[in-house]
């Protein structure tokens, strides 16, 4: 079954830092630009991250700019996402999901079923 699964959630105290895994199965990352989405109670969801799979471009919210990294590892199937200088504004779920190459925008193929965090002290 293809799946996207993401981990690496959690509590974490304002400035710490979490690092998010999306890891691929039963297909290959690397023929797909990939994104990072996140959903606050209440809100809508927003594109925080995407990196493409040809030339390793990345997009970042202004948001996020300066504290996150967005990576990826095509021989793990995995994207990742650093997340620095954490604020109380970034808890959200987290989820990632196939990308198209410009854009950010989701193309509805593939979504994990999120990664919850949390930022607070």
């Known amino acids: 079954q293809a799946q996207l699964v993401e981990s690496g959630g959690g509590l974490v105290q304002p400035g710490g830092s979490l690092r998010l895994s999306c890891a691929a199965s039963?297909?290959?990352?690397?023929?797909?630009?990939i994104g990072w989405f996140r959903q606050a109670p209440g809100k809508e969801r927003e594109g925080v991250s995407c990196?493409?799979?040809?030339?390793?471009?990345?997009y970042y919210a202004d948001s996020v700019k300066g504290r996150f990294t967005i990576s990826r590892d095509n021989a793990k199937n995995t994207v990742y996402l650093q997340m620095n200088s954490l604020k109380p504004e970034d808890t959200a779920v987290y989820y990632c999901?196939?990308?198209?190459?410009?854009?950010?925008?989701?193309?509805?193929?593939?979504w994990g079923q999120g990664t919850q965090v949390i930022v607070s002290s």
């Open positions: 990196i493409s799979n040809n030339d390793g471009s990345t």
């Open positions: 039963g297909f290959s990352l690397a023929n797909y630009a």
């Open positions: 999901a196939t990308v198209y190459t410009e854009g950010c925008i989701p193309k509805g193929d593939y």
